[in-house]
């Protein structure tokens, strides 16, 4: 069974940093695109950033630009988000997601993880 698994979440002050790792498995993961979305009570999902298999494209949302560095190690099948200078409306349940291919911004992925939360205190 295809699992994504999010770890990483937790509690920090504004201005902090946090990593949250996604550990992919139960199939092969070549040429798959992989990235995060994140949905905070009340609101839409929203994309975040994602990243293609061979690392050649990566988009993120205007607003975590020069924030949020996605990255992955594909031998582990996992991808990170690092995630520096938090503020308190990056609040939300970071979820990662892959699919086969193309890069998107938009919800179409194959496979979700169930999310990890993240709060910004200020």
């Known amino acids: 069974q295809v699992q994504l698994v999010e770890s990483g979440g937790g509690l920090v002050q504004a201005g902090g940093s946090l990593r949250l790792s996604c550990a992919a498995s139960?199939?092969?993961?070549?040429?798959?695109?992989m990235g995060w979305f994140r949905q905070a009570p009340g609101k839409e999902r929203e994309f975040v950033a994602a990243m293609s298999w061979s690392g050649g494209m990566i988009l993120y949302a205007d607003s975590m630009k020069g924030r949020f560095i996605i990255s992955r190690d594909n031998a582990k099948n996992t991808v990170y988000l690092q995630m520096n200078s938090l503020k308190p409306e990056d609040t939300a349940v970071y979820y990662c997601a892959a699919r086969p291919g193309v890069v998107l911004t938009s919800g179409r992925y194959d496979y979700w993880g169930q999310g990890t939360q993240v709060t910004v205190s200020s």
């Open positions: 139960g199939r092969t993961f070549t040429g798959y695109a």
